[in-house]
Nanobody, 120 residues
Framework: QVQLVESGGGLVQAGGSLRLSCAAS????????MGWYRQAPGKQREYVAA???????NYVDSVKGRFTISRDNTKSTVYLQMNSLKPEDTAVYYC??????????????WGQGTQVTVSS
């Protein structure tokens, strides 16, 4: 059974930092493409950042220069370092794992989410 467990959320003042972690189990980690999404109250879930199995990264424009995604395959963990946090970053942050298969399909897995609250 695949599990993604996020941690590291919390309450922080604007301008502060947090580091989110997402530990995967029940699956071989290195081939996974990993990502972070977030959902603010009353809004749809949105993409934040992703890192491929090869280490390439991508970010939504609103977090570029402030957030950094990284992975440690030896620990089956992906991280999201969030600096210069803004109140608009307040959301539940979800970890996502994608396993691409040779046939062209994919399997998606999600964590339970961790709350990040940024006070002004």
């Amino acid at each position: 059974q695949v599990q993604l467990v996020e941690s590291g959320g919390g309450l922080v003042q604007a301008g502060g930092s947090l580091r989110l972690s997402c530990a995967a189990s029940g699956i071989i980690f290195s081939p996974l493409h990993m990502g972070w999404y977030r959902q603010a109250p009353g809004k749809q879930r949105e993409y934040v950042a992703a890192i491929t199995s090869g280490g390439s990264t991508n970010y939504v424009d609103s977090v570029k220069g402030r957030f950094t995604i990284s992975r440690d395959n030896t620990k089956s963990t992906v991280y999201l370092q969030m600096n210069s946090l803004k109140p608009e970053d307040t959301a539940v942050y979800y970890c996502n794992a994608v396993l691409a298969v040779v046939s062209g399909g994919r399997y998606d897995y999600w964590g339970q989410g961790t709350q990040v609250t940024v006070s002004s």
